[in-house]
């Protein structure tokens, strides 16, 4: 996977201001609106049973996000992922603490059952948990960069059918054949709730406008990570309020020469 | 319309701190807090039916916005705002995203019928749906200026009987007889998301301290288009993330001699 | 109570970065989950009635806010509450608005009756209206600083049977035996929304990892008024939304000479 052509599906991000649907946690709804906008996607939040469906088949890419889920929002994403699934929008899904609490690990389970999903993105212990790996978890951000993440990952591909995601000191992407390690990304991340699924969020806004989801997928996350690295090296000093708002800006600034300058991606044979 | 009278009103809201009961979106909330707080008003969020009508009665002004709409919020808003109407509270309504679905539209159509709305706040897309015009909508954002604004906004204040805002590039105020358009603002604000919700909570504070809402509208519109403009003469070139914050610092700075330099109101005949 | 002890309070927080379960209000879940972050604790956010009592469960404090509360969410805080309880897992409860609205005040007291809470925190209007006090409130941030606060939270704390503590211009912390006036903080927290709502998380994390609970809500008093001293210092000119974004950074580097230097607590007898 080549540099440029990572940077080029940025741009078509910017050309194209994709819909991006979400239905996502009451934590993260203002900064993933925010990172959407300043990346050059259009973000859109709709939760009714009433509307999901018709909002969903109106997107680019629809997000499902069980952050802090309940029985009226989990019927409302199998209704939103059954629309998106007749129109063909791709749909990115994040079972954050998937493997802390049972209730999110079966919740996890069903949406991947009952939706067709072209993405999954977790943590290490999120992805092991849906797929029934044995990993710890504790909380909703546990679990990083124990064990061997790429055969996990790459186990979860070809059991869910999908990209994988693993996100990390590395994040892995995968579709079970082939995959790739993004080195891109600072630590800072961890200090600013909902960057994983803000993440999960713009892997949806490069849905929408590249099918390769492999592609998609790894220019999310060489840009994201890249806009980050720039972020930290401005504004990590001064600590993590100011990191976040620099990492918004830098969301909407991170240019085709940083991306091949800075970006870092290896295939695994 | 009078700049120093559009001033006055606004050292009106710093002075009287009204209390504003806002049932907003979930994306915005967080945003709507904090822009009433900067600009110097008391934000107040409750959805409960068992409070909702006593919240409002205590209040200067009640803000209805469907952005993230449900059945029971919809609900809630009726009481709030029936419980407003008692009172002789202004209510303000903010009709995200109708025309993007039927259940949005359905709904905006609903509350203006069983609640006596003072001011509709929404872009040109989202008017026109509330009052049955023909417009174009893709999203939550979309329908900005194309066509002429001004009938429309005109058409929707006589159907409804209210004073209607349509925002876009210029804004428009009318109460169907007198028209204002007002150039300020800035296009970074597109960039933010729920710039528009907490325009109309702004509005909201306005109308609170001010019976004439023609003059509310205005001044909430002006006062908040010439703080986005300084703040974005102050830290635009460093992006969305810089805007948004220093928008909130300018939105508790705008001084009189500002709006009265910057501010920029034009009737219609 | 010395300065050392509640810098050492604070190290053993970064240390031991204990998990924050919390049942928030919509408004502030996003700053309350960057400040608990930037503190050096975790946060998780979980609401639905099937999980919350495993969350409280594996949490090292549980937080309940009733800022936008519904019968669905208080049900989710009587089975997190009792949880919590089952495992020795300290309870704190921010009872925003008792007093505003007869729900707000009818459930902060079931609540206090149904749950076995070690630190009640909130304004001196919140606090009256919870053991039937007399005290005005309007709206939910009302009430701060008339009458003799420091009776007021002895009375509460007696009543109630738990560490109270009345937040205001100077912070009043007692057991309704020993009681400490904390004189650290600044005007700014008042212009942005959830610092209440956040400090009562931030006492959540100090009580997880201090089983004093004097201590731990002392502690965590003069850490968040000092770290808001030295951001308002820094950025307080610039405006409420520059002081929100440094207090966060203020939270993360906040250090124990500045604690021990900057600290003020002194025991009433």
Same mark, same amino acid.
């Given at each position: 996977?080549?540099?440029?052509?990572?940077?080029?599906?940025?741009?078509?991000?910017?050309?194209?201001?994709?819909?991006?649907?979400?239905?996502?946690?009451? =934590?993260? /709804?203002?900064?993933?609106?925010?990172?959407?906008?300043?990346?050059?996607?259009?973000?859109?939040?709709?939760?009714?049973?009433?509307?999901?469906?018709?909002?969903?088949?109106?997107?680019?890419? @629809?997000?499902?996000?069980? $952050? /802090? @889920?309940?029985?009226?929002? !989990?019927?409302?994403?199998?209704?939103?992922?059954? #629309?998106?699934?007749?129109?063909?929008?791709?749909?990115?899904?994040?079972?954050?603490?998937? $493997?802390?609490?049972?209730?999110?690990?079966? /919740?996890?389970?069903?949406?991947?059952?009952?939706?067709? %999903?072209? !993405?999954?993105? $977790?943590?290490?212990?999120?992805?092991?948990?849906?797929?029934?790996?044995?990993?710890? %978890?504790? #909380?909703?951000?546990?679990?990083?960069?124990? #064990?061997? %993440? %790429?055969?996990?990952?790459?186990?979860?591909?070809?059991?869910?059918?999908?990209?994988?995601?693993?996100?990390?000191?590395?994040?892995?992407?995968?579709?079970?054949?082939?995959?790739?390690?993004?080195?891109?990304?600072?630590?800072?991340?961890?200090? =600013?709730?909902? /960057?994983?699924?803000?993440?999960?969020?713009?892997? $949806?806004?490069?849905?929408?406008?590249?099918?390769?989801? @492999?592609?998609?997928?790894?220019?999310?996350?060489?840009?994201?990570?890249?806009?980050?690295?720039?972020?930290?090296?401005?504004?990590?000093?001064?600590?993590?309020?100011?990191?976040? !708002?620099?990492?918004?800006?830098? @969301?909407?600034?991170?240019?085709?020469?940083? !991306?091949?300058?800075?970006?870092? =991606?290896?295939?695994?044979?």
């Amino acid at each position: 996977m080549k540099l440029p052509n990572i940077a080029s599906t940025l741009t078509k991000v910017r050309q194209q201001n994709p819909l991006v649907h979400n239905i996502t946690n009451v =934590v993260v /709804t203002n900064f993933t609106a925010n990172g959407l906008l300043a990346l050059g996607a259009s973000p859109v939040m709709a939760y009714a049973p009433e509307e999901v469906a018709d909002m969903a088949s109106l997107a680019g890419a @629809l997000v499902l996000n069980i $952050g /802090t @889920l309940n029985e009226q929002e !989990i019927a409302a994403m199998l209704l939103a992922g059954q #629309g998106a699934n007749r129109q063909g929008v791709p749909v990115i899904f994040d079972p954050v603490g998937a $493997g802390a609490t049972a209730y999110r690990t079966t /919740t996890a389970r069903k949406i991947v059952q009952e939706v067709k %999903v072209s !993405i999954v993105r $977790g943590n290490a212990g999120e992805i092991a948990n849906v797929v029934g790996e044995n990993w710890t %978890v504790r #909380g909703v951000d546990a679990g990083a960069n124990k #064990g061997d %993440v %790429v055969a996990l990952a790459q186990t979860a591909a070809r059991k869910l059918g999908t990209v994988v995601v693993v996100t990390g000191p590395e994040d892995v992407v995968t579709d079970g054949q082939r995959t790739y390690v993004v080195a891109n990304g600072h630590p800072l991340l961890t200090k =600013v709730t909902g /960057t994983g699924c803000l993440l999960s969020s713009v892997i $949806g806004a490069f849905a929408a406008v590249e099918r390769d989801m @492999l592609l998609a997928a790894t220019s999310a996350l060489v840009s994201y990570g890249v806009a980050a690295e720039i972020a930290a090296a401005n504004q990590g000093q001064a600590g993590p309020g100011s990191f976040q !708002i620099e990492f918004l800006n830098q @969301l909407s600034k991170v240019s085709s020469e940083e !991306i091949i300058k800075y970006g870092s =991606v290896r295939e695994i044979n």
